[in-house]
């Protein structure tokens, strides 16, 4: 079981060793060559320790540069930005980098997107941040923010669920794209709420510990200058059916999304909760979204109550140039047993920088274990 030992949580001590193995997947010098995001999705739904030895792995990416990278780290002459990406290892590659595989959009001499918002309420030059997804049968599903440029930087106007059929391929022309409900602009005295931001598959099919045949989805409450968690859940077989989602209250299930209680605070858009056993939970988050302190909570269920935030790894400064760091999550089925396989994001406020040091934004992983 992913670090078993956390059962004694309150007597040792949560150890992050880096991951420099992981690290090595995603340093490249061509095509591909760094992005954010970084959600994995296992291609045969189980999300259990050693997965990858068994199914193939889809990458999730958010904004990504394509093009060439010289020897000295240095981005080359016709390098593009594309709001995603995915990429692919193969059953068994585990961090073998020279299996992996990156898609974008568009073609060789312009590159785009892989997925461009289509649906009904899509605006005109919008774009989409996606999200975690699952794995449902044969279905994958990605959950993905559709996003406009204005009011500055950027602003999230809609949440869209893209469904992947088995029988599509890349360039994956038959996508599903479907605007969800599950999203709310900022009201009065509350933030912007927007499902998507993890995924829990707590069913037999997935492999969990914990299964009570649910699927778990967690969202944030966006207020000022603290993102709150909320948590939505629906039956495995029933995922596609917006109607029957639940939102946890406090007490119970509600059909208002508008009536989800925060479970806790000082999260970030993206982040992950993981079943360690069948009455244990933890959740994995960068403490106040940009501080560069990857920190957990831990919870007998997968609506908590959630235990006070405990830092586990904290990302050392870089002042040349400075960066931050952001959006921790764990990826279970990319584990090995004892451990837990953790990503976190690099980026820079001057974008121009991103071309001097190629080597700043991309993923970065670490393993979570206990001693």
Known sequence: MILAALSLFLTQSVVAERAYDWDAVFNRNSGWTGADGIYSIPLNEKERPDGWKHSATAFVFSDTFWGDVDASGVRQAGTVMVNNTLGFLPAGAGAQSSQAVFLKGGNAGNPEAVFVPE?????????????????????????????????????????????????????????????????????????????????????????????????????????????????????????????????????????????????????????????????????????????????????????????????????????NPPVFYYHAKAHPHLSEPGSLLVSFNVNTTNFWDHFAWADIYRPRFLRLRVE
């Not at 559709?146 to 009011?151: D, S």
């Not at 794209?177 to 995924?199: D, V």
């Not at 967690?218 to 000022?224: R, V």
């Not at 968690?229 to 029957?244: N, S, Y």
């Open 119 to 319: 649906t009904p309420n899509s605006e005109a030059d919008s774009f989409y941040w996606l999200k975690d997804g699952i794995r449902i049968g044969n279905r994958t599903h990605i959950f993905a923010a559709r996003m406009r440029k204005t009011p500055a930087p950027f602003h999230r106007y809609g949440i869209t669920l893209l469904t992947i059929p088995e029988d599509d391929s890349p360039p994956f022309q038959n996508v599903i794209q479907r605007e969800t409900p599950f999203w709310q602009e900022a009201i009065s005295g509350q933030g912007q709420i927007a499902f998507g931001g993890a995924i829990l598959n707590n069913t037999v099919e997935a492999g969990s510990p914990a299964a009570d045949g649910f699927i778990y989805i967690y969202g944030i409450q966006e207020d000022w200058l603290n993102k709150k968690a909320i948590v939505a859940r629906v039956l495995r077989a029933e995922f596609e059916d917006f109607t029957a989602w639940r939102f946890w209250d406090g007490s119970g299930w509600s059909d208002d999304m508008l009536e989800a209680a925060v479970v806790a605070e000082r999260i970030s858009t993206e982040m992950s909760v993981t079943p360690i056993r069948h009455d244990l939970f933890l959740m994995v988050f960068m403490l106040d979204t940009i501080s560069g302190k990857i920190a957990i909570r831990l919870a007998p269920t997968p609506v908590g109550p959630w235990s006070n935030f405990e830092v586990v790894y904290e990302a050392p400064r870089r002042t």
